[in-house]
């Protein structure tokens, strides 16, 4: 999956996570940063949920800034699903093929 353009999801609300990603030129590299309320606790099983994400839309040339606020990870991935379609131009989520 190409990222366009520049996109944001999410809010800094407690129990949130906001979630930002743009393309990087030159570069096949995803870079991920993370920055978490919980992070001691929970900032592995974050960067798991990213990078699965990244894995399973082939994303590459990007950067993802992840600023958690104790999301749940259904919510992580709501709002990573989101970011995605915002930035790849995305109408409509093809959910039989997951």
Do not use: N, Y
Not at 18 to 39: H, N
Not at 40 to 57: N, P, R, T
């Amino acid at each position: 999956m190409k990222i366009l353009h520049a996109a944001v999801a999410g809010t800094l609300e407690s129990s949130d996570v906001m979630v930002r990603i743009e393309p990087l030129e030159d570069t096949e590299e995803v870079s991920i940063q993370i920055s978490s309320s919980v992070e001691k606790q929970f900032g592995d099983a974050i960067e798991h949920v990213v990078l699965e994400l990244i894995e399973q839309h082939d994303i590459q040339g990007a950067q993802i800034i992840v600023d958690d606020k104790g999301a749940l990870e259904c919510v992580l991935r709501a709002r990573l699903e989101a970011l995605l379609a915002r930035a790849c131009d995305i109408t409509a989520l093809p959910w039989e093929d997951k």
